[in-house]
């Protein structure tokens, strides 16, 4: 059937996009075409769709809506790309190997104000949270505690100048530990306090 | 099948309203703002927009969607759906208005045109014989021409310019001595265009009259490509003008 048969009726909504969009068979294009040329309102309106697609604001909206992006595709674009780098350019990091004049540590730890350790230092009755001074320029801080033998058994990067340790830390009474903080002041800069020892005495304060 | 156009078929009609928008939200604003660029003016339009289509349970588009003959991409149809809303919008706020086009000064006479050509939809001529038959003699055609072309600056410096030319066509450059002389010009033009076969003949409304781009003139009248568009073109045109010299009808002249 061909829904658009009267040579003599003006084209409908349907008719204007199809034949705007090239979308109709040769035969009802051919007779859609007859009448355009010589109707002046279903012309005027056929070119005016027409320019209106060519608005590329207009055909870059409609091609988007056409194809619009898969949900999931939004979540596996992101990480698709994630893992690509992480694949490419963790290998080069790690596998890098610096030049011999090339200084040992790309992280520079400078000795502009640092922050000072405050607690705990020395004997202690209690040590769960490490506090320091703050620093002006840094954005935030890093703190290592190291159990008697120097391994790092806690470290924790935060923006405020205490940490609380976590219960899985255990400070035993009468053993000595020592700790430091380092604050970044910029791009792979920090500065470090000094490494301070405590230990604490069980509840008798000295 | 569609998310909105699943919600549709269920008769879910504010989950289909709310899936349909967030997917075409954008191509609805894209075809708006190539008419009307003022903020207001947009807004208005979209909510004329929404209306129209979420009207009676989304009745227009379910109508589109369940014809079994549909063939053109849903968002063409779409747009061609907003820019004749968005047209008529233009139309009635101005016909809303007493005055009519009230934000643009005018004289008498090119308020009449205003409403006549602009706000109406007549031809120029025809406007003419309205404006003299309402209120005789009326002014002469050239005086009126003069008005009308002073009617289309006016316009074309608000913010009606980005739609003026859906309202109407352009006024003719030239003075025509009168309405007889014109019409007879125009008659003659149309019977030369007629003897152009009706897919030569649209090539060259379409690219030369209406300023369709080559690539959307090829895609409509089922060209190749563009280039079979300015080849069409450029064939056609010498013989065009050498009628028209024949007729009396110089480049002046229209």
Not at chain 1, 160 to 171: C, F
Not at chain 2, 45 to 62: K, P, Q, T
Not at chain 2, 128 to 157: K, M, N, Q, V
Request: proline share 6%.
């Amino acid at each position: 059937m061909t829904p658009w048969s009267t040579m003599g009726d003006c084209l409908n909504d349907d008719m204007v996009a199809a034949l705007a969009d090239g979308s109709l068979a040769d035969s009802d294009r051919v007779a859609a075409l007859a009448h355009v040329a010589s109707c002046v309102d279903c012309r005027a309106q056929l070119a005016s769709v027409a320019r209106l697609l060519a608005d590329p604001a207009v055909a870059g909206a409609a091609r988007r809506a056409d194809n619009p992006v898969r949900p999931w595709l939004k979540v596996a674009v992101p990480v698709g790309i994630a893992a690509i780098l992480l694949v490419v350019l963790v290998p080069r990091v790690l596998l890098r190997r610096p030049p011999l004049d090339e200084h040992r540590a790309s992280v520079s730890v400078t000795a502009g104000e640092s922050p000072q350790a405050l607690h705990p230092v020395g004997q202690v009755a209690a040590a769960r949270r490490l506090t320091w001074s703050p620093v002006a320029q840094a954005d935030r801080y890093r703190a290592t505690l190291f159990d008697a033998e120097g391994r790092p058994i806690f470290e924790l990067v935060s923006t405020d100048t205490v940490v609380s340790l976590p219960d899985s830390v255990s400070i035993e009474p009468l053993r000595r530990y020592f700790w430091r903080v380092e604050a970044r002041t910029a791009i792979d800069r920090w500065s470090s306090s000094g490494l301070v020892e405590f230990e604490v005495t069980g509840g008798r304060a000295p | 099948m569609e998310d909105w156009l699943l919600e549709l078929k269920a008769k879910r009609v504010d989950a289909a309203w709310d899936l349909f928008v967030s997917r075409y939200r954008r191509v609805i604003f894209a075809a708006i703002r190539h008419y009307a660029r003022d903020h207001d003016d947009v807004m208005d339009v979209f909510a004329r927009v929404c209306e129209a289509l979420r009207d009676d349970g989304m009745r227009r588009i379910r109508t589109y969607v369940d014809s079994g003959n549909r063939r053109a991409r849903f968002s063409t149809w779409l747009v061609t759906v907003v820019r004749n809303l968005t047209v008529d919008w233009f139309r009635q706020r101005d016909g809303r208005r007493r005055a009519g086009f009230a934000d643009v000064e005018l004289t008498a006479l090119g308020r009449a045109i205003a409403e006549q050509v602009y706000r109406d939809g007549h031809g120029h001529v025809e406007a003419y014989e309205l404006i003299c038959s309402r209120d005789p003699p009326g002014p002469s055609f050239r005086e009126y021409l003069a008005e009308l072309r002073s009617t289309h600056r006016a316009l074309a410096a608000t913010r009606l310019r980005y739609v003026l030319r859906e309202l109407a066509p352009p006024p003719p450059d030239q003075d025509a001595a009168s309405v007889p002389e014109l019409r007879d010009q125009r008659e003659r033009l149309d019977a030369i265009l007629r003897s152009l076969p009706p897919e030569e003949r649209l090539v060259v409304q379409l690219y030369v009259m209406e300023e369709v781009p080559a690539a959307a003139v090829a895609r409509v009248t089922g060209l190749a490509n563009p280039k079979a568009v300015y080849n069409t073109v450029y064939r056609i045109l010498p013989v065009l003008r050498a009628r028209l010299a024949e007729a009396g009808i110089h480049a002046g002249d229209l």
